[in-house]
């Protein structure tokens, strides 16, 4: 895989960030955003999707930690 281009990086961006304020704004329903999804597929190299994908799930991990706290789970084992 070649490198992208900076206007190959720009739109891959681009529609990375679109397709997450779609999914920001309607409540992580992707149904809605699947225009989105495949624009943001077809502007970034597969790996930076993956990327990007574990990214976004590991910022709303960590926000969800930031706000809520780290709740251990149960006593797992325990009899």
Avoid: N
Avoid at 21 to 46: I, M, Y
Avoid at 59 to 70: I, N, P, Q, S
Wanted: proline share 5%; net charge positive.
């Amino acid at each position: 895989m070649a490198a992208p281009t900076r206007q190959e990086r720009a739109a891959c961006w681009g529609a990375r960030d679109e397709f997450w304020q779609c999914l920001d704004s309607h409540a992580e329903d992707a149904a809605q955003c699947e225009r989105l999804r495949r624009a943001f597929e077809a502007r970034c190299p597969q790996q930076w999707v993956k990327h990007f994908d574990k990214r976004r799930d590991f910022l709303k991990y960590k926000k969800k930690l930031e706000t809520e706290g780290y709740i251990p789970p149960e006593a797992a084992g325990k009899s």
